[in-house]
């Protein structure tokens, strides 16, 4: 499907004659899979690809020549790093991000931004659940994606009702515990950091936490077992919340200072504790609503910021919202080049931990292009967690989760391959 963009530069090229009508603008598309226009970029720009449905004009003196190929399934990808238009680009590490992986949902199913989990309607993506064996095999798909895809992050959602089975303030219920526990611990044995994320907006049934919900003690409280049980292990990572929404973020910040002391106390004092904003943990308003200074005088218990990390979402579509199957942008110049330069400014780090689109022409040219940004911007940018695979069905618009074959091996989805995989 031709985009917005697309279709202006195809507008501002169509009526030109002769030799100029034969060159794509700088930004135009120069090249991809069915694609039948103008494959020479007009004088200052060179065709870069992006990948196999895509290449685009970029100025010359924004061509990064530096490359990387990676296996999937039985064919090579090759992928060309650029620049973005509207920043310079940083010393680069030479690697990318540190941190590339994918959600592994199914205990956050049923949960609604209200705050509202069904603690029934969970769909855990563990094959021998509940003594069953026709789950979601979360644990190979990460084994998978660890030894096939370079991953080496995953993020778990879960619902807060699902840990305490539905009864706020109460001790982790040893069932449902284990249960996610087994996920924990298979993501842990693939050697990747593995994200405790708790799927519920801010809020228990539609209360706020510490702003006329749950106290900001009964939401500790949760913290401070799942810390301890978790202490000793380096590379459990504490997702704090996802998506906050509609909060004071003056008065979130200060739930979060609380969560992260008690995390500290706890024992997990040097893993990396993600810090979220409010607008849906938006990349492109956690500095215009207040959320990175908010966030940004957060400290550890002796005063170091150290490990403390902004975590932040974007989607690609029309609404930001994450349902639909078409992309319409990179997000770059809204979004992760402005976060850029105020993290630099302020010495701090940030981590994408939810992102995706459709395995659709668009989004993969898109995310492949912001994807790229990150890399090249990896000096402030942590690394990406795309959404979703686990137990989400490969039927589902936005679903990266791999097909497992007859003989054992997997099959990524388009977007995983082309984009986020190492």
């Known amino acids: 499907m031709i985009n917005n963009k697309a279709a202006l530069l195809f507008a501002a090229y169509a009526g030109v004659s002769g030799v100029a009508a034969q060159q794509q603008t700088t930004w135009g598309q120069c090249g991809g899979q069915g694609y039948s226009g103008p494959t020479n970029c007009v004088s200052g720009a060179a065709c870069s690809t992006i990948n196999s449905y895509y290449a685009q004009c970029v100025p010359a003196t924004g061509i990064i020549t530096s490359t990387t190929t990676r296996a999937t399934s039985a064919t090579s990808t090759l992928k060309s790093t650029t620049a973005s238009a509207s920043t310079t ?11 590339a992986g994918i959600n592994i949902a199914g205990f956050d199913f049923s949960c609604s931004t209200d705050g ?6 969970a769909y855990p993506p563990l094959k021998n659940y509940d003594g069953a064996n026709n789950y979601p095999d979360g644990v190979g798909q990460m084994q998978h994606f660890v030894k096939d895809d370079g991953f080496n992050i995953f993020r778990l959602p879960v619902g807060w009702q699902y840990l305490v089975n539905g009864t706020l303030g109460a001790t982790l219920n040893p069932t449902n515990l284990g249960y996610y526990d087994q996920l924990v611990q298979g993501c842990l044995a693939t050697g990747a950091y593995c994200i405790i994320d708790i799927h519920n907006y801010a809020r228990w049934n539609t209360g706020i936490i510490g ?19 978790y202490a000793s292990e380096s590379k459990i990572w504490f997702g704090v919340m996802n998506e906050p929404h509609d909060v004071n973020i003056t008065t ?4 979060v200072q609380l969560v992260v002391t008690a995390i500290r106390n706890a024992g997990a004092t040097s893993q990396y504790i993600s810090l979220p904003g409010t607008d849906w ?3 492109g308003s956690i500095i215009s609503d207040g959320g990175a200074a908010a966030l940004g005088a957060i400290t550890n218990p002796d005063g170091s910021k150290t490990n403390l990390i ?11 919202s994450g349902t639909n199957s078409i992309c319409v942008t990179d997000n770059v110049a809204s979004a992760f080049a402005p976060l850029a330069t105020w ?24 995310l492949c292009q912001q994807i ?42 388009a977007l995983v391959a082309l984009c986020l995989a190492r």
């Open 89 to 99: 680009p940083p010393p680069s590490n030479g690697s990318g991000t540190q941190f």
């Open 343 to 366: 993290l630099r400014s302020n010495n701090r780090k940030a981590i994408l931990t939810e992102t995706g689109g459709g395995n659709t022409p668009s989004c993969e040219q898109y």
């Open 211 to 229: 702003q006329g919900g749950p106290t900001n003690a009964q939401f500790v409280n949760l913290w401070t077992q799942l810390a301890t049980k």
């Open 116 to 121: 509202t989990c069904n603690v029934s309607g």
């Open 281 to 283: 943990q938006s990349a």
């Open 252 to 255: 979130w910040a200060a739930t």
């Open 372 to 413: 790229q940004y990150l890399n090249q911007n990896a000096d402030v940018y942590l690394g990406y967690v795309g959404w979703a695979a686990g137990s989400f069905d490969p039927g589902y618009p936005l679903a990266e989760t791999p097909v497992q074959n007859a003989d054992g091996s997997w099959t990524d989805s």
């Open 310 to 320: 902004f975590d932040v979402h974007k989607y690609l579509d029309s609404d930001n």
